[in-house]
C-alpha cells in the first residue's frame, strides 16, 4: 500500500494509521501522531473512516526511511506514535491497524487504493469488533534435582581445584602421585549420572509441552481465534524454556473469565504461564 520514491521535496503525502468504523472524529484530538507539522484527523472513505495524518513527503523517502530503520532509537520513537494512535482510536471503536509507514500522496489516492480493499477491511473489522488480543506464553520451569546436582559438581570441583583447602591436600597429593587410577566404578556412576539427568530433562520437557497443549486448547475454547507464534530464544542466564507463545482473540466481555482460567491452569498444572493484554488484535486482521 506504501508509495514511497526518493524525491526529496517539501510536497506533501498522507500517512494513514488505521481504517475503521464510525469513530467520532473527538477521538484523534490531541493525538502528536508521527508528526508535529499536522494534527491526526479523519478521512471518510464512505462506509469506512481512515485516520490519517499530513506529513512532509521529504521525511518519508526510501533514503530517509531506510535510514530511519538503521536507528533503532528513532524507529522506537515512530513505532510508538503509530501504536499510540492505533490503541487510542481502537479503544473506542471497531478498527483495523496499518503498517507503520503506510503513505499516499494526496487524499484522492487514500480514497482510491483503500476503497479496493473496502470488503476485506469490513469483513476484518467485523472479525474483531468487541475483541482484544492477549498472548499467553508457557515456560518450562528447569529440573530442581539437575539444579542441585549441577551445583554440587561445581562445587567440588571449586573446592578440588582450591589450593588454599586443607582439607584437600592429601587427596591433590594421592591424584599427584597416581592419576592413572581412577576409583572402581568411577567412569561408570558418572555416566550413569549423566544418563538419568537427560532422562529427566527429557521427561521434563515432554511433560511442559503436554502442559503447553492443555494451556492451548483450554484458552483456544475460550477465544474466537488463535494463533501459534514461535518461541521466543532464552534470554542470557535463562534456565527456563519456553514451550508456548500463542496469541488469542477474545470477546471483551470474557477477558476476566481469561484471567480466572489463566489462575486456574497455573494452580493446577504448576507451570509458569504468563498472560499479558488486551491489545489492538494486529494479529487477526489478515493482510490488509
Not at 502528536?32 to 523517502?61: E, P
Not at 515432554?206 to 494463533?227: C, P, Y
Amino acid at each position: 500500500m506504501t508509495e514511497r520514491g526518493p524525491e526529496t521535496s517539501d510536497a506533501d503525502t498522507i500517512y494513514v494509521f488505521a481504517v475503521c468504523r464510525d469513530p467520532d472524529p473527538s477521538d484523534v484530538v490531541g493525538l502528536t501522531g508521527v508528526s508535529d507539522d499536522s494534527a491526526v484527523s479523519t478521512l471518510s472513505l464512505g462506509s469506512l473512516t481512515a485516520i490519517v495524518q499530513t506529513v512532509r513527503a521529504a521525511d518519508f523517502t526510501d533514503e530517509a526511511w531506510q535510514a530511519r530503520l538503521s536507528d533503532q532509537r528513532e524507529l522506537e520513537r515512530y513505532a510508538r506514535a503509530h501504536h499510540d494512535v492505533v490503541s487510542a482510536v481502537a479503544a473506542r471503536c471497531p478498527t483495523v491497524p496499518l503498517p507503520m509507514a503506510t503513505l499516499y500522496h494526496g487524499e484522492r489516492r487514500v480514497r482510491e487504493a483503500l476503497g479496493e480493499e473496502a470488503d476485506r477491511f469490513r469483513a476484518a473489522l467485523r472479525r474483531i469488533a468487541h475483541h482484544a488480543e492477549w498472548g499467553v506464553k508457557v515456560y518450562a520451569p528447569p529440573s530442581t534435582r539437575d539444579e542441585r546436582e549441577g551445583r554440587s559438581d561445581r562445587l567440588e570441583r571449586d573446592r578440588r581445584d582450591d589450593p588454599h583447602d586443607p582439607e584437600r591436600a592429601p587427596a591433590r597429593q594421592v591424584a599427584s602421585a597416581d592419576r592413572t587410577r581412577p576409583a572402581p566404578g568411577a567412569g561408570l556412576a558418572y555416566l550413569n549420572r549423566k544418563r538419568g539427568a537427560q532422562e529427566r530433562r527429557e521427561r521434563g520437557q515432554n511433560e511442559a509441552l503436554r502442559i503447553a497443549e492443555a494451556v492451548d486448547a483450554e484458552v483456544g475454547g475460550l477465544a474466537k481465534a488463535s494463533r501459534r507464534l514461535r518461541p521466543q530464544p532464552q534470554a542470557a542466564g535463562e534456565r527456563r524454556v519456553q514451550v508456548l507463545n500463542a496469541t488469542y482473540l477474545v470477546a471483551e466481555h470474557r477477558a476476566e473469565e481469561l484471567a480466572r482460567l489463566t489462575r486456574t491452569l497455573r494452580e493446577r498444572t504448576g507451570a509458569r504461564i504468563e498472560l499479558s493484554g488486551p491489545w489492538v488484535p494486529y494479529s487477526f486482521v489478515g493482510e490488509v
